[in-house]
């Protein structure tokens, strides 16, 4: 079994910044890409950046110079700096992270999300 938990979400003003984290527990052997998507109510959800073991990223536009992924691979976390945060941010973010588990060499697990809300 495998888990991830996601923590620092919250309510914050725009212009502000956030910072998320997402921890890997429980059974596996390797944690190949990690990353976040968000979904905003009536919107589909998108990819709002991953990053390699190598720790190579990539990031959807929207966020580009105000967004960094980074992780901890000692630790099995990712986290999501969020900074200059615009009210279109606000979603529910959920973190991801592509692994070998003994079910199957290559699978998406996926956090619980998180309620980021970026309102004056």
């Known amino acids: 079994q495998v888990q991830l938990v996601e923590s620092g979400g919250g309510l914050v003003q725009p212009g502000g910044s956030l910072r998320l984290s997402c921890t890997a527990s429980?059974?596996?052997?390797?944690?190949?890409?990690m990353g976040w998507y968000r979904q905003a109510p009536g919107k589909q959800r998108e990819l709002v950046g991953s990053?390699?073991?190598?720790?190579?990223?990539n990031y959807v536009d929207s966020v580009k110079g105000r967004f960094t992924i980074s992780r901890d691979n000692a630790k099995n976390t990712v986290y999501l700096q969020m900074n200059s945060l615009k009210p279109e941010d606000a979603a529910i973010y959920y973190c991801?992270?592509?692994?070998?588990?003994?079910?199957?060499?290559?699978?998406?697990?996926w956090g619980q999300g998180t309620q980021v809300t970026v309102s004056s």
């Open positions: 991801y992270a592509d692994m070998h588990t003994v079910q199957a060499p290559r699978e998406d697990h």
């Open positions: 429980g059974s596996f052997f390797n944690i190949y890409n």
């Open positions: 990053i390699t073991q190598g720790g190579s990223t």
